[in-house]
DNA sequence: AACCAGAAACTGATATTCCAGTTTTCAGAT
DNA sequence: ATCTGAAAACTGGAATATCAGTTTCTGGTT
């Protein structure tokens, strides 16, 4: 049974090691792969009906991005971030999404604006939903994350400037994967979290938006810095085994969630 | 007769690729491959002395980082950048160094301090020695880039921030590449124009370090792009030729020096 | 049981080879 | 001279095969 969908007709005209980069990211973003799975090429080529050349090269390319790690002659596998690394991912984005915010308050237009009123009213009715469920929902958490990336896109993409727009992507990926290695314990936010956040950025100054946005960005840090540091902390001979170690892991532990075949 | 080193000792435990990866860029940001240069992978790996697939392997990386462009089938060479992407590294640089700024300001230890006020009076004193000359000399323009540079990497590192530092970088190899095109004409700076951020940044509040520092980087940004501008207009036609068109180019305009061996 | 060495299995890296698409060249027609 | 079109040259993409390093397995020793 393969993890993986084999060849979607739509990207047929697309380079292979292009394909063969979409799939394994989707792959990982959707938690098929999850942090500390290991990547076989030889096996990922089978599955996507390709040689494990263009899967090398989609590897290489994943691995300069920071979604997947690999020693040579040894493996490859979905990154396990560093709580040093989780932090440093937080202090680009502040910087990012802040200016990001500062330009939409000076140049969106009123059709964004407007967007983002309604988008944020959404979002907010999502997370609601979600504190109030008793049993956590995998899916459902996804989907709201989902949502809560394409909220702050729309800020990005709004100013106009898409050199910013795909930093900010590139940034949130890196997140949005691992954020999924807590899901389970939901981190709670205020009511009207995001409907305040756009309004002052709809109707406040540069800098009254780019300070609001820097609350926003801080609030989760701790948070999740703190839960990592815990797990690691739980599992410490196992992520000590796991930092230079074997790839092929037998064991499940609070942190990994480990498949093999 | 080749433009690149062949094989260094030091590099020689290292993948061939990554070799490929940094002795081709190297030569980018030597100049010794300008932005249109055509880049043949057979000849390349004739010169380095590997096969052909750690050549694609490099060139796929410095792509995706946007040193380098390639049309299937067609092509690779070194990037000519449009002005629009020029404008969104800049927007991009500026989110990154006013945060490093205020973070600079906020954390940063007294030894740091003392080493970025001294950097400060060199690269000052580079940059009105360069002013003087009556000749633009394309080395010592390189040498005071490199200063440059230096100090804002200097700036980052001591924010404690590798994430941070790395992404400032990134966004500044590109810059720093792009430049040589138009060295020749040179765009003075104010006097004591690093003396006076490095001032503000060692003394002055977080904000106000931020604040400077966003002057700062906007300041050349205009002049930049006026001259970017310029120069695609001067050279239309050529410039669209090149923008789906051949590899080997064969004649020489303001923008472009390109090389057929 | 715990341990250790050697064999087997697997891994990523690389060379070689071939293929199909693009560009260039150049002879022949206008 | 200028245009045209077919062939030649070159390009990047991909498959296959092989190599050397790492990890895992296994069976014998203590």
């Known amino acids: 049974m393969s993890l993986l ?16 980069y979409l799939q394994i990211r989707d792959a990982i973003l959707a ?4 942090p500390g799975a290991p990547i076989s090429r030889r096996s990922l080529a089978e599955q996507l009906k390709m040689s494990t050349l263009p899967v090398s090269d989609a590897l290489l390319r994943l691995e300069s ?18 709580v040093s690394e989780i932090n440093g991912n937080y202090v680009v984005r502040e910087a990012l999404e802040t200016h990001s915010a500062r330009l939409f308050a000076e140049l969106a237009s009123v059709r964004d604006r407007k967007r983002l009123l309604k988008m944020s009213r959404d979002l907010d009715r999502c997370y609601l939903l979600l504190g ?9 958490h996804s989907a709201a994350e989902k949502l809560h990336l394409e909220f702050h ?3 990005a993409e709004a100013t106009g400037c ?9 940034s949130r990926v ?16 205020p009511p009207r979290w995001h409907g305040e956040l756009a309004e002052v950025l709809v109707n406040g100054t540069p800098d009254e938006a780019a300070e609001k946005m820097r609350v926003h960005v801080r609030y989760r840090k701790d948070a999740v810095l703190a839960k990592f540091e815990s797990l690691h902390a739980a599992d410490q001979q196992l992520s000590k085994a796991i930092a230079r170690g074997p790839q ?8 990994l969630i480990l498949r093999r075949d």
């Open 132 to 140: 109030r469920t008793t049993t956590p929902d995998a899916d459902k």
């Open 5 to 20: 969908k084999k060849r979607l007709p739509a990207e047929v005209d697309l380079p292979l090691h292009t394909q063969a």
């Open 174 to 189: 890196l997140l949005f994967n691992w954020l999924f290695m807590t899901t389970g314990d939901y981190i709670p936010l």
């Open 65 to 82: 991005e920071g979604l997947v790690e690999s020693r040579p002659r040894a493996g490859t596998r979905v990154k396990i971030p560093t």
């Open 153 to 155: 896109m729309l800020v």
């Open 31 to 34: 938690g098929k792969l999850p």
């Open 248 to 255: 092929r892991a037998r064991r499940q532990s609070a942190l």
């Open 162 to 170: 898409k050199e910013l727009a795909a930093a900010i992507e590139r």
